[in-house]
């Protein structure tokens, strides 16, 4: 089985001003990022703006990433739905198109029934039928639904469960999706990366065995070295590395999301494009902020070189 250890980036999905898929910009974006440190990519992930796309341009996106991305670097796609019909129907085509694997978030619109029970249900039929393995995500901050640790003990035992992506900052959550790894009856290979920049040190502590950030878009080899350090056990670099990065982190995460992640793509050369509406493009003054910020990290005098 396929690991999926390692760190990726949650691609933005660029709009032209009239609202449509910019393909050439896509192009380019995933060109350069196979140029980074980056283990590979994730498409039509939450900062991909998937819940704003049609399945024919989110397909398109997937066909276009897959044709710039070398076979041996991994393609994760987001196929979650709020279905499990609907989640299988895009899974098989996520598969069909090239992902390597693909990234299922928790189904949430009726909240108060999502129960473990019910997790555990939803994502072995996705395993099930499934052609490629599967990655749980938990996004309690967009979901507001929770993927506890007694749903990831039992669906970490099944071959095609392969990991999962934790976008939270409960480190002790964390650290019991870790522990599953060294049950004796998990699955081969089950993994927990981390999806939350502004806490990746501790989750990296704890066991996380890479990362999927919006962070990474901007700055992949900062991310990769971060887990670099704290695999080498050398803590008090990865900590002042930590520090570094929470600025930006926050900024493009819980502050401005997807509008300022887009923003700051644009500052240093990637083709952002304006987000999809409902959200809005930020502030001018916002904008001057994710400068100064790119600024302090020298990822502007890198693209002026």
Known sequence: MKTFAGVYTPIITPFRSDDTLDEHGLRTNVARWMTSSLTGLVVLGSNGEAPQLDDDEADRVIDIARAEMPGNRPMIVGTGRESTRATIAATRRAATAGADAVLVRTPAFF???????????????????????????????????????????????????????????????????????????????????????????????????????????????????????????????????????????????????????KAALTLLGYAGGQPRPPLRPVTPQTIDLLRSQLEALGLLERVGA
């Open 111 to 261: 909240k108060a029934q999502m129960t473990t029970d019910i997790f555990v249900r939803h994502y072995l039929d996705v395993a099930e039928a499934s052609p490629v393995p599967v990655l749980l995500y938990n996004v309690t901050m967009y979901t507001g639904v929770n993927l506890l640790p007694d749903a990831v003990a039992t669906l970490s035992t099944h071959p095609n469960i392969v990991g999962m992506k934790e976008s939270g900052s409960d480190v002790a959550q964390i650290a019991a999706y870790c522990g599953f790894r060294l049950k004796p009856d998990a699955a081969n290979g089950f993994i927990v990366l981390a999806g939350s920049a502004a806490t990746l040190f501790p989750a990296l502590c704890v066991g996380c065995d890479g990362a999927i950030l919006a962070l990474a878009a901007l700055a992949p080899d900062a991310c990769v070295s971060m887990v670099t350090l704290v695999g080498e056990g050398r803590i008090e670099e990865a900590r002042a590395l930590q520090r570094r990065l929470i600025p930006l982190a926050r900024a493009i995460g819980g502050q401005h999301g997807v509008p300022g992640l």
